[in-house]
Nanobody, 129 residues
């Protein structure tokens, strides 16, 4: 099992940047594939980005490509989401999620919230116009 706690959210102006962190405990994050999702009022939880357990492969939603960067610091058991060029549409609660790498799962499945058993409580990101 793993426990996840997000931090780094806040209020930022359009075009600004934020750096979100997700601290993992219980087990090292290196044993998990991990990702970020977000959810705004009235919308379903949306995939943002994911990173392989090794950190060698990353995947991004089309809406954030070129603006967001996902990374992980396994030594610190931390998942990072660097968000640049923020837009009002990025306003949402951001959640980190993790899944054990044991067994096979398709890359397509890894963009679905239902594929992740471990979730943080979320951190609010608000982008002002």
């Amino acid at each position: 099992q793993v426990q996840l706690v997000e931090s780094g959210g806040g209020l930022v102006q359009t075009g600004g940047s934020l750096r979100l962190s997700c601290a993992a405990s219980g087990r090292t994050i290196s044993s998990y594939t991990a990702g970020w999702f977000r959810q705004s009022p009235g919308k379903a939880r949306e995939f943002v980005a994911r990173i392989s357990w090794s950190g060698g492969r990353t995947t991004y939603a089309d809406s954030v490509k070129g603006r967001f960067t996902i990374s992980r610091d396994n030594a610190k058991n931390t998942l990072i989401l660097q968000m640049n060029s923020l837009q009002s549409e990025d306003t949402a609660v951001y959640y980190c999620a993790a899944r054990s790498v044991t067994g096979y799962i398709s890359s397509g499945a890894l963009v679905l919230p239902t594929s992740y058993p471990y979730w943080g409580q979320g951190t609010q990101v608000t982008v002002s116009s």
